[in-house]
């Protein structure tokens, strides 16, 4: 059996369980067609072990020294795909998911796209404002604090249409106890705050609540990218 193809169907069925009603229902349909064109049952996916239901702690490949959105971004996802999120600091602040390692994988994947996303419009947003001789400063700030508001409305509306939905946003209780453990030493500063940007901070918006990740799970690289080797 093909691993690289069972993890794919698992990380959709991971996300097709998320409180986000698109996303599960895109996720859902995306692991059914894989089923039926790799002739695989569901039974046959879930007994196929390539990650189990422990509790661990995983640090991502996104750090950040002074775009302090990043950790807001990564809480906002945490807090819909029950994980916590806090810091490995050294040179830098690198975000760390902790939970359980299916939920770590869905994390992973949001978060490290949803920053893709970022950068890659504030690049553009970059050459149109100095074309037309603008300051940049600030914009990607402004940008990414509408794209997290955006998306964190998109949540909201999709929890208020689904309440039934709303226990899966809770953590795990067995989760919650291990990571009451953890000691933390030293705090974050992940305080952020408007620069003035509101064409960046609407247009950050807009994209927020249109975010989508469904597609970025069946790429043929996904599964080297979201690879759970500790890192």
């Known amino acids: 059996m093909d691993e690289k193809l069972i993890k794919k169907i698992q990380k959709l069925l991971a996300l097709s369980e998320s409180s986000n009603k698109h996303e599960a229902q895109s996720a859902m349909l995306k692991a059914q067609e894989l089923l039926i064109k790799h002739k695989l049952s569901l039974k046959d996916v879930k007994e196929f072990k390539t990650y189990n239901d422990s509790i661990k702690e995983k640090k991502t490949k996104i750090s950040f020294k002074k775009a302090k959105w990043k950790a807001e971004l990564a809480s906002l996802v945490g807090d819909n795909f029950g994980c916590y999120v806090f810091f490995k600091t050294r040179y830098s602040h690198t975000i760390t998911f902790f939970g359980k390692e299916e939920d770590i994988i869905v994390c992973n994947i949001m978060l490290e796209y949803a920053v893709d996303c970022i950068n890659n419009a504030v690049k553009k947003l970059r050459y149109q404002y100095l074309k037309e001789r603008y300051s940049t400063k600030g914009i990607e700030n402004?940008?990414?604090?509408?794209?997290?508001?955006?998306?964190?409305?998109?949540?909201?509306?999709?929890?208020?249409?689904?309440?039934?939905?709303?226990?899966?946003?809770?953590k795990d209780e067995e989760v919650t106890k291990e990571y009451n453990k953890i000691d933390f030493r030293g705090k974050v500063d992940t305080n952020t705050s408007f620069q003035g940007h509101n064409e960046a901070y609407s247009q950050g918006l807009k994209d927020g609540k249109k975010f989508s990740i469904s597609d970025r799970i069946t790429e043929e690289e996904s599964t080297d990218i979201f690879s759970l080797k500790e890192g």
């Open 142 to 170: 402004d940008y990414a604090m509408g794209f997290i508001n955006g998306l964190s409305e998109k949540f909201e509306e999709q929890k208020q249409a689904n309440q039934e939905w709303g226990l899966i946003l809770l």
